[in-house]
């Protein structure tokens, strides 16, 4: 049975937004928070981030499974130690925000992300940038499902294959991490599970798809078009913090 307040167009939509970021992700090695996250709340904020995160614990396996000849742990473990840091921050503030508030989290929290990659910083891949890009990672990435941006600045300088594999190991540590903090923190129960196994099949289906495209399409490309989305919601999200509609 559909959940109250999801229509079955609902359920299309939101299957469709996560089969094209999970494509994304397959492709770049990060982009189902960035791409599918703002339109999910504004499609119905119940979609984040508790659905959204489940969603990519599963992409991330597969994604690991994909890449694992390629994983070199001994630069990601840094970036794991930080979101540790991150994602318990972020479920103590799950733990006192909602409503207005939240929305205005998830907004300010976009636009900073998308801030941070249009910025044109280039950090170097160490041990110290990696701990502190895991921890805004964590931590954005717990609530409001947008954990790409602060780590892929750290990995921006290297190659295709070491990317979507480190990333996704990252992605899978922090997003179980992140699973946790939702559910002490209230924001992981029976709805955002059923509302989970809704949408995993275009969860799925852009994994699949992104087998074929990894080679051919270019993510520059479409980057201007993926921020400009989150922009949008963010704002959005902030103008519904604000007014309260």
């Not at 609902?10 to 937004?17: G, H, M, T, V």
């Amino acid at each position: 049975m559909i959940p109250d307040g999801i229509t079955l167009a609902d359920l299309l939509l939101a299957n469709l937004f996560l089969l094209a970021g999970a494509c994304l992700q397959g492709v770049a090695g990060y982009g189902i928070g960035t791409l599918s996250a703002p339109l999910l709340f504004l499609l119905s904020p119940l979609f984040v981030p508790g659905p959204l995160v489940v969603n990519a614990v599963v992409l991330a396996i597969l994604l690991l499974l994909r890449n694992r000849a390629s994983i070199r742990f001994r630069e990601v473990r840094y970036a794991i130690g930080g979101s540790i840091v991150g994602t318990t921050l972020a479920g103590l503030t799950l733990a006192v925000i909602t409503g207005a508030a939240f929305d205005l989290m998830f907004g300010a929290l976009i636009l900073f992300g998308v801030l941070l990659s249009v910025a044109g910083l280039r950090p170097a891949l160490n041990p110290r940038n990696s701990v502190i890009a895991g921890a805004a990672s964590g931590y954005m990435g717990t609530v409001v499902a947008v954990g790409g941006p602060p780590i892929a600045m750290i990995y921006q300088n290297e190659k295709g294959p070491l990317v979507r594999a480190n990333m996704s190991a990252f992605f899978l540590f922090t997003s179980c991490a992140s699973i946790v903090a939702l559910f002490f923190a209230g924001r992981l129960g029976l709805l955002e599970m059923k509302l989970f196994l809704f949408t995993l099949p275009g969860v799925v289906i852009g994994f699949l798809m992104s087998a074929t495209l990894v080679r051919r399409l270019p993510f520059s490309a479409m980057r201007p078009l993926i921020l400009g989305i989150a922009a949008v919601a963010g704002v959005g999200a902030l103008i519904r913090g604000l007014t309260g509609s």
